[in-house]
């Protein structure tokens, strides 16, 4: 099983991690990953949408969320709406990627099979609802307009 952290804000998405096989705490990297990655802002108001594996609603888990200001979310049981763009991502990755390439000889190729496709989804896939531009590229476009300051206009 593959864990990926998507990284959502106004801005277009793009994938910023993924941690190996299932165990309890097997979301912890993808969310040290994501914050050294992207570095939030201590009064940026981020919410953590999961669904309620208990790898998300564990104690050391929530208490790490809390350290990073990150609010938690988990959806109401059968409800998909939380997570509808995480299971975007995961069904593209899965026909994409996944399934093409079936059947794998070893973990470590489907893991660096991963990684790649990461890389390519986020820096080089154009995606036509962004203007054909890759996710990245989008992102960084919309943060330095955030940060570009206003023209003055003189009285």
Known sequence: MVRTTVACHKAPCSLDGVNQPFRCRAAEPALEQALHARQPEPDSRLIRHSDRGSQYVS?????????????????????????????????????????????????????????????????????????????????????RQLTRQPDLVPA
Request: zero cysteines.
């Open 59 to 143: 104690i050391h888990y929530s208490e790490r969320l809390a350290e990073a200001g990150i609010e938690p979310s988990v959806g109401s049981k059968g409800e998909s709406y939380d997570n509808a763009l995480a299971e975007t991502i995961n069904g593209l990755y899965k026909a994409e990627l996944i399934h093409r390439g079936a059947p794998w000889k070893t973990r470590e190729a489907v893991e660096l099979a991963t990684l790649e496709w990461v890389s390519w989804f986020s820096r080089n896939r154009l995606l036509s609802s962004i203007g054909d531009l890759p996710p990245a590229e989008a992102e960084a476009n919309h943060y």
